[in-house]
């Protein structure tokens, strides 16, 4: 798995906004609610767990990172699935498999040659 230690500010675009829910007149008043986005992927996690925006903001950033591993981690999959197809492409068949294709397609020939018209 693919861990990423820290994200550096420059890569996230931090923005904050009123969350809702219970918190009564301080969620009303402050802006708790906290948005990131990483620039480079272009994934964004939006949290407004608590009524602390320094809470929500960590637990931003731990929820942007864990996506970004969980990205990293399908698209390395998607890369050895795509290279292991290849291999498979590109393998040679066996003189059996061989003997079989080349058998069935003579066996069409013959059924095609018994179509000629009758004359």
Do not use: W
Request: glycine share 8%.
């Amino acid at each position: 798995m693919i861990r990423i230690k820290k994200l550096c500010d420059s890569e996230i675009e931090e923005m904050f906004s009123r969350s809702s829910g219970p918190g009564g007149q301080h969620v009303n008043k402050v802006s708790t609610a906290v948005t990131l986005r990483h620039i480079a992927t272009g994934l964004s996690v939006t949290v407004s767990d608590s009524r602390s925006q320094a809470m929500n903001r960590e637990t931003a950033r731990q929820r942007l990172m864990g996506k970004i591993q969980e990205a990293a981690e399908v698209k390395k999959l998607g890369q050895l699935a795509e290279v292991s197809r290849e291999r498979r492409r590109k393998a040679k068949r066996s003189r059996g498999t061989k003997a079989k294709l080349v058998e069935s397609k003579r066996r069409r020939s013959e059924t095609k040659k018994m179509r000629g018209k009758v004359g």
